[in-house]
């Protein structure tokens, strides 16, 4: 039985077995584009905006779960539908209706107060050409409905951070308490091409991760794995803090280091989650390496 919590909505305990924890699934009723969860990283309800249903990623990464070998229900981006879904579901939300959603059940009242609104979706958000008019349009919503503590989050392989429609969009999200979470998997170019198995030169994402921290503070986000039974090698962690603190040692801010780990079915059966122990025993090997605050989600 759901033992009730009379504390603060934000601190509610959210519990890794729950259905709308385990299920992330981008899709809700008839909507297109936009899709609620809960996130522990995000410490709540999460109000994702797909801005790639046509599944295109400069990312090919072993991990990956999303299906690429159904063909997208869209290719194209309507910036209309999306602003009447995200204004759809954030009343939704504050009702109380979303909570009486089978999915969303055992979470109480934790969904009636969106945490962040986020760009994320089926392939790297920053794809899409008109990126700042993208940060505009869920800006407007957020301010229209009084949402002011809540985080408009970009959720980013950092590929297309320096691309100059992106740079607009992040000054957007600037003014409106935006956040950065940017993947870095390794610390070589050799890990990263096994991992992530990008054309995407490693150097570039070391890059512009130093480039976007160095104008705002950004979390960066690491999934870490088994790959064929093994954990990443000693030496490629060491090399993974390096990038770490060249980045802070080039003036970049890092907010904070999320560390996870594989959630959901790969397609590459080699690719497996790390146990939890394991994972926060990496997370201080970090945290002493480099200093920065490290958090764990297995």
Known sequence: MRVP???????????????????????????????????????????GINLNPDKVCNFDCVYCEVDRKTPPLTRTVNLLQVRAELAALIAIASSGELARDPKFSETGSLTREIRDIAFSGDGEPTMVHNFDECAQMAADIRRAHHLDATKLVLITDAAGLDKQSVRRGLE????????????????TAEYFAQVNRSAIRFERIVANLTLTAQERPIVIQSLFLRLYGGIMPDTEL???????????????????????TVARPTPEKWATRLEGPILESIAEKIRQRTG???ATFA
């Open 5 to 47: 919590y009379d504390g603060p909505v934000s601190e509610l305990p959210i519990e890794s077995h729950w259905r709308s924890v385990l299920d992330h699934s981008r899709s809700y009723s008839d909507f297109t584009y936009v899709y609620p969860v809960v996130s522990r990283r995000s410490r709540g309800l999460s109000i």
């Open 292 to 294: 920065l605050p490290v």
């Open 172 to 187: 957007i999200m600037d003014r409106n308490n935006g956040e950065i979470w940017a993947k870095l998997d390794a610390g």
């Open 238 to 260: 060491g090399a993974y803090c390096d990038r770490l603190t060249g980045i802070t040692e080039a003036g970049g801010k890092i907010q904070e280091v999320h560390l996870y």
